[in-house]
């Protein structure tokens, strides 16, 4: 079980996997048609990076601020949701890791009041192991994903993002890119869209509000997820870049590499042990986790899954006619 300072936000099996994950299928599939994702395009440029105000986590390697810059590519407007992930699935008969482990880790305060007792997470007690837990049955057995097609599909491990990207033909972005679309334009701002966490005393994301973990106001509307689309773009036409879900990338964590690794184009280190997460969840609350945030990151077990994870897909930028 996790120890570390990251299990508030997202607990991780430690490495500790009964089997080898399912390989990626190398090329994209013919069938996989209805559940590619229909990218926009991101102008490439020059980027401050990171961030080194009072917000930031210096031990997560937010810092220091420096000048990126990322060539034109593709991102989803959405996370991966439900119903497409089930296209993958059906087309594939694609097992997670969820499935193989026979358990995920579960927000406490989403199952019901008389669900049985089930292993906590030490340092994070509001974690809590489900056996049954998975894609299909969010809280565990008897939980459904009727009326949450649209939400961002959840407990998938960066080794299902992967294989999902593989079979649709894209892939998932880079730290870098993230950050610069997550961004939308704008400079140095901690949100997607400019400096306020509620501009107009509207709420802009779906994170927690109230008193985490017991009480949350639903003041934003959602104690969970909520669908992909449901809060405004930011200046770059992307839907929920901070909140709601917590986004795989493709590079492997480290808190100090990007120091000195390379300013164009960077794809983190070569290897690790945890995989780079972004952009914070509904579970995010300034009381202990002020990581939904567009500089903020997170690592992660490339065979973990939670109930506040998702990923979305990036690839080739698109004509500029054509992501209209």
């Given at each position: 079980?996790?120890?570390?300072?990251?299990?508030?936000?997202?607990?991780?099996?430690?490495?500790?996997?009964?089997?080898?994950?399912?390989?990626?299928?190398?090329?994209p599939q013919t069938n996989a048609a209805d559940a590619a994702p229909r990218l926009v395009r991101v102008e490439g440029g020059?980027?401050?990076?990171?961030?080194?105000?009072?917000?930031?986590?210096?031990?997560?390697?937010?810092?220091?601020?420096?000048?990126?810059?990322?060539?034109?590519?593709?991102l989803d407007p959405y996370c991966v949701t439900n119903a497409l992930f089930a296209a993958f699935v059906s087309a594939t008969?694609?097992?997670?890791?969820?499935?193989?482990?026979?358990?995920?880790?579960?927000?406490?305060?989403?199952?019901?009041?008389?669900?049985?007792?089930?292993?906590?997470?030490?340092?994070?007690?509001?974690?809590?192991?489900?056996?049954?837990?998975?894609?299909?049955?969010?809280?565990?057995?008897?939980?459904?994903?009727?009326?949450?097609?649209?939400?961002?599909?959840?407990?998938?491990?960066?080794?299902?993002?992967?294989?999902?990207?593989?079979?649709?033909?894209?892939?998932?972005?880079?730290?870098?890119?993230?950050?610069?679309?997550?961004?939308?334009?704008?400079?140095?701002?901690?949100?997607?869209?400019?400096?306020?966490?509620?501009?107009?005393?509207?709420?802009?994301?779906?994170?927690?509000?109230?008193?985490?973990?017991?009480?949350?106001?639903?003041?934003?509307?959602?104690?969970?997820?909520?669908?992909?689309?449901?809060?405004?773009?930011?200046?770059?036409?992307?839907?929920?870049?901070?909140?709601?879900?917590?986004?795989?990338?493709?590079?492997?964590?480290?808190?100090?590499?990007?120091?000195?690794?390379?300013?164009?184009?960077?794809?983190?280190?070569?290897s690790g042990t945890a995989r780079a997460l972004r952009g914070g969840s509904y579970l995010c609350h300034a009381s202990y986790?002020?990581?939904?945030?567009?500089?903020?990151?997170?690592?992660?077990?490339?065979?973990?899954?939670?109930?506040?994870?998702?990923?979305?897909?990036?690839?080739?930028?698109?004509?500029?006619?054509?992501?209209?």
């Amino acid at each position: 079980m996790p120890t570390d300072r990251h299990s508030c936000c997202t607990p991780s099996r430690d490495g500790d996997s009964p089997r080898a994950p399912a390989p990626a299928s190398a090329e994209p599939q013919t069938n996989a048609a209805d559940a590619a994702p229909r990218l926009v395009r991101v102008e490439g440029g020059w980027f401050r990076m990171g961030s080194d105000d009072a917000l930031a986590y210096a031990e997560d390697g937010e810092g220091p601020v420096r000048r990126v810059r990322v060539s034109s590519f593709g991102l989803d407007p959405y996370c991966v949701t439900n119903a497409l992930f089930a296209a993958f699935v059906s087309a594939t008969g694609h097992v997670t890791d969820a499935e193989r482990y026979g358990a995920s880790f579960v927000f406490g305060g989403l199952l019901p009041a008389d669900f049985p007792p089930t292993r906590a997470v030490a340092a994070a007690p509001w974690w809590r192991e489900v056996p049954g837990a998975d894609w299909r049955y969010p809280q565990g057995p008897g939980s459904t994903l009727d009326g949450r097609e649209d939400h961002p599909v959840v407990h998938v491990s960066w080794y299902d993002a992967a294989a999902y990207c593989a079979w649709a033909g894209v892939r998932l972005p880079t730290e870098a890119e993230w950050e610069y679309a997550a961004r939308g334009g704008l400079e140095g701002a901690p949100y997607p869209w400019g400096a306020e966490l509620r501009p107009g005393g509207r709420h802009a994301m779906n994170v927690w509000n109230g008193t985490f973990p017991d009480h949350n106001t639903l003041d934003d509307g959602y104690l969970g997820t909520c669908p992909v689309g449901t809060f405004a773009p930011n200046g770059h036409g992307l839907h929920n870049m901070t909140g709601n879900v917590w986004e795989w990338t493709a590079d492997w964590f480290h808190p100090a590499w990007h120091a000195s690794g390379p300013r164009e184009n960077p794809a983190g280190p070569a290897s690790g042990t945890a995989r780079a997460l972004r952009g914070g969840s509904y579970l995010c609350h300034a009381s202990y986790c002020r990581r939904y945030r567009v500089s903020a990151r997170m690592p992660n077990t490339p065979e973990s899954s939670t109930g506040n994870i998702g990923f979305r897909c990036a690839g080739p930028a698109p004509d500029s006619s054509l992501s209209k």
